[in-house]
């Protein structure tokens, strides 16, 4: 491929835009779309304007028709030379494209009847002429014209009218932020006043019967607002605040300048059709889009290689602000359970990258576990290097210094540099190298000193085979043997390729309670006992430690297993204590009944350097689960029936919590009694979360036909809802079912494959199966090899992102490699191959 993008060959665009003002005529095949643009030159430069699938009518500078020997067909470049612009120029086009042909759900398309938008990132070329990059920002003004009832646009709304709309949006902007909606809409609406005083009109806009399922968002948005206030002085800048529920979309939900459109299965829920998990995420994710107004549109990116400078500074925001609606340590638990499961296993395979990438072919490729959640940990461990007050310095003066800006994340380190003195020329690596650090310990002990010798090594990653070291935050503590606390936590600032730490006066040889809080995204290796970890999962005083302490003894447990090994028992006996005192911390109780998933089993095994045998590691998980059931059978169902529900669902932590507990132990207990108690629960529960836990655990069990078929029965109307019977089935199923099952949920007329979210839901149950997607025969990969070459042409973001289920196959043994790859290689040759597609299989086949 020759089209890579480069992060050094960024130049500023030659003209700013003074006003963008665009007029809609809507209609399913042929919307026409008139754009005025006041362009101002800044320097004597070509103008450069982006298209894609554009027919385009007209085109003109200040009234003078543009030659249309410029105007490239449909997809490309409208180059017009500096010679023929004067120093300021309006440029007036209308081009017609047609929505209803849009099933990649990118620039302007169709859900439901609906007219919606998605621009972000290279969207808005698919609308009209423009310049669709992030650093040229513009008022905008909008006109829609369509006999849909409600019109929506960003900004404030300047009139509206039956069949036209009027809106304008003050605060410069991307084109990628621009949004406009046209529908049958209903809203549910509130209002918000500011910390100065500012009224805002709040709406989340549904399909017409699906108001009484908005409530919970509009509750996390109003919270949201507040918490942006008080924890980071962050003020909303609108008089409306408008938030729309969309069945087709390709990502969770986006920030569009005061327009939120938001993926349904964020916005909708009630007790019946949405799991505890389900409005965790919905508060988050509505969260994080509403802290984006700051982080991301107020400030944003100089180019996309910047990506992270919005993305994981958000996603920290919304950690936090979750952390301080619920429970701090069982979010902290949660993100450091998806960082290891879909952060490390990106960097420790060809896809690869860092926080901050330095080339790329396809940007929307680049929306990935690195960019997100790393990019997160590392302001997390910015945070814990400048202490709180120094983070709150910096980040008061990155608000200051470029609101209205589009920055890059050398702005971002010289901010923390000038508010706190700091050098951070070294922190800077973690921004530009790929790879998860392995960082290693080693002890001595004598006369009352403890030493602690540190090593750091990061593997090679694609084009980038030498890893200087990097500044590591080490959060620890000591454990003395009796239980106590001899260090409370200290961070010790590793900035070596090997340094060692020295403890001196201590009474007994001390247990090491290292990255607490977990404090840097590395991975550790150090022998243990598992009488010392089952002494740090006892006594510990960090919960993210003390659950991993639990964590890495049933992990070792089961990797001997898997190896052919005795292993597991010392993690059984370990939970004893844990199980006695579950009730007083439920939560994460059931954090640590949950046993390491078969992902993780293998993941941990490759980069021992041992070859994962999906089912052996299946088995051995299996047999695990079994003998813990039998082992703590009485305590298990004491505390299934100490959690029952009573009285009416609550979706807070707490509720939250309890059914967690429930659910661990069912999944044991289901071991034991083929499924009864799932099936008594099935029957009885009243809210989602324990009804999709029973049916996961009858469909484990083998007994899942009449749950099903009443489940269906009950929800066949509710896309969501069959959503998620749609994911069980494949992802439960026994392994060497999972495939089958498959293919017959693939083969039924209610499996809308053109929507992300079915699709999503069937094809990731599978490649989330993990000895399901790993069948030894291969028929996993070309399953899902069918299904990509099906789906690309149709829609390329959604088939591209979902190659990455094959990202992990050359840790696996010669046979299951060369089904993978003769899979890949499939997708490679099918004529007419995206080039989000394309980049993917590419770099998994490199
Ligand atoms: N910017 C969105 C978010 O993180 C994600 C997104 C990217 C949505 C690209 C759509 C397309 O909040
Ligand atoms: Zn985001």
């Known amino acids: 491929m020759?089209?890579?993008?480069?992060?050094?060959d960024w130049r500023p665009y030659p003209y700013e835009i003074l006003e963008t003002r665009l007029e809609f005529r809507l209609d399913p095949r042929a919307t026409i779309v008139r754009s005025q643009i006041d362009f101002r030159r800044l320097a004597p430069e070509d103008l450069v304007l982006d298209g894609a699938g554009l027919k385009t009518l007209s085109l003109s500078i200040d009234g003078q028709a543009v030659s249309p020997s410029l105007i490239p067909q449909t997809d490309g470049k409208l180059i017009i030379p500096a010679a023929q612009l004067p120093d300021s120029f309006t440029l007036e086009a209308e081009v017609q494209i047609d929505p209803e042909a849009n099933t990649a759900l990118e620039g302007l398309y169709l859900s439901g009847g609906m007219f919606c938008t998605q621009c972000e990132a290279e969207g808005f070329r698919h609308i009209t002429w423009y310049p669709d990059r992030p650093d040229v920002m513009a008022p905008f003004r909008v006109t829609v014209h369509s006999d849909q009832p409600v019109l929506l646009s960003n900004g404030n709304p300047v009139s509206s009218q039956p069949g036209q709309a009027v809106w304008h949006d003050p605060w410069p902007k991307p084109a990628y932020l621009f949004a406009l909606v046209a529908g049958d809409l209903r809203a549910i609406s509130d209002r918000f006043t500011t910390m100065s005083g500012r009224d805002v009109a709040l709406n989340v806009w549904v399909r017409p019967g699906d108001e009484p399922r908005a409530g919970y968002a509009m509750e996390s948005l109003i919270r949201s607002m507040k918490w942006d206030e008080e924890a980071y002085g962050r003020e909303y800048d609108l008089d409306v605040f408008n938030i729309v529920a969309v069945d087709d979309f390709n990502m969770g939900a986006m920030e569009n300048k005061g327009l939120n459109i938001f993926n349904s299965k964020l916005v909708l829920a009630t007790a019946e059709t949405a799991t505890d998990g389900d409005y965790e995420r919905i508060e988050g994710v509505i969260g994080h889009e509403y802290f984006h107004n700051w982080t991301g549109n107020r400030i944003t990116c100089r180019d996309w290689f910047q990506l992270c400078l919005k993305?994981?500074?958000?996603?920290?925001?919304?950690?936090?602000?979750?952390?301080?609606?619920?429970?701090?340590s069982v979010k902290r638990i949660h993100d450091v359970q998806t960082l290891r499961a879909r952060q490390f296993r990106e960097d420790a395979g060809p896809l690869a990258h860092p926080p901050r990438p330095d080339h790329y072919q396809e940007i929307n490729n680049f929306y990935t576990a690195t960019v997100y959640e790393k990019g997160a940990e590392v302001i997390g461990m910015l945070k814990r290097l400048v202490g709180d007050e120094g983070y709150r310095k910096a980040l008061d003066l990155y608000f200051d210094r470029h609101d209205g800006q589009a920055c890059t994340?050398?702005?971002?380190?010289?901010?923390?540099?000038?508010?706190?003195?700091?050098?951070?020329?070294?922190?800077?690596?973690?921004?530009?190298?790929?790879?998860?650090?392995?960082?290693?310990?080693?002890?001595e002990w004598s006369d009352g000193k403890l030493v602690l010798n540190f090593r750091q090594h990061t593997a090679p990653t694609p084009g980038q085979p030498d890893k200087p070291a990097r500044v590591i935050p080490i959060a620890l503590g000591l454990i003395g043997p009796n239980g106590d606390e001899v260090l409370p936590t200290t961070v010790l600032e590793m900035t070596e390729t090997a340094q060692s730490f020295s403890f001196d006066g201590l009474g007994a040889r001390p247990v090491v309670s290292l990255l607490r809080g977990f404090s840097a995204p590395v991975t550790v290796a150090r022998e243990m006992t598992a009488d010392e970890q089952a002494l740090l999962l006892a006594h510990d005083t960090d919960a993210c430690a003390r659950w991993q302490a639990g964590h890495d003894l049933a992990l070792d447990g089961l990797i001997a297993r898997a190896q052919g090994q005795e292993g597991g028992a010392e993690f059984i006996r370990a939970i004893a204590g844990l199980l006695d005192d579950a009730e007083s911390d439920p939560a994460f109780a059931a954090l640590c009944l949950v046993l390491p998933g078969e992902e993780e089993i293998a993941t941990t095994m490759a980069a021992a350097g041992v070859t994962p045998d999906p089912d052996a590691i299946n088995r051995a998980r299996t047999a695990l689960m079994l003998e813990l059931a039998t082992a703590h059978q009485t305590a298990l169902a004491r505390l299934y029936d100490a959690?029952?529900?009573?009285?009416?669902?609550?979706?807070?932590?707490?509720?939250?919590?309890?059914?967690?507990?429930?659910?661990?132990?069912?999944?044991?207990?289901?071991?034991?009694?083929?499924?009864?108690?799932?099936?008594?629960?099935?029957?009885?529960?009243?809210?989602?979360?324990?009804?999709?836990?029973?049916?996961e655990q009858l469909i484990a069990a083998g007994r899942d036909k009449d749950a099903l078929a009443r489940f269906e029965a009950e929800f066949r109307q509710n896309r969501l809802v069959m959503d998620k019977w749609f994911m069980v089935q494949p992802l439960r199923a026994a392994a060497g079912q999972a495939v089958a099952r498959a293919r017959e949920l693939a083969a039924r007329p209610d499996f809308d494959w053109k929507n992300p979210n079915r699709f999503r839901a069937l094809i990731a149950g599978l490649t989330s199966n993990h000895a399901g997607f790993h069948a030894a025969d291969g028929s996993g990969y070309d399953f899902l090899a069918d299904w990509l070459m099906k789906l690309d042409p149709v829609n390329p973001q959604t088939t591209a992102r979902m190659c990455s289920a094959f990202e992990t196959i050359s840790r696996y043994d010669a046979g299951r490699q060369a089904k993978a790859r003769a899979a890949l290689q499939r997708i490679?040759?099918?004529?007419?191959?995206?080039?989000?597609?394309?980049?993917m299989v590419t770099r998994i086949l490199a």
């Open 828 to 839: 490679a040759a099918m004529p007419g191959l995206s080039r989000n597609t394309s980049e």
């Open 2 to 8: 020759t089209d890579t993008q480069y992060l050094s």
């Open 311 to 328: 993305e994981g500074l958000t996603v920290f925001r919304d950690q936090q602000f979750t952390s301080d609606m619920r429970s701090a």
């Open 643 to 695: 959690m029952e529900s009573k009285g009416p669902y609550v979706p807070d932590a707490e509720g939250a919590a309890h059914r967690s507990l429930r659910l661990a132990c069912l999944a044991y207990l289901s071991r034991l009694d083929g499924g009864d108690r799932a099936e008594a629960l099935f029957a009885s529960a009243t809210n989602m979360t324990e009804r999709q836990g029973a049916l």
């Open 409 to 443: 994340i050398e702005d971002w380190i010289t901010v923390f540099q000038d508010a706190t003195g700091r050098d951070l020329t070294q922190f800077k690596r973690w921004y530009t190298d790929a790879g998860t650090p392995r960082l290693s310990l080693t002890e």
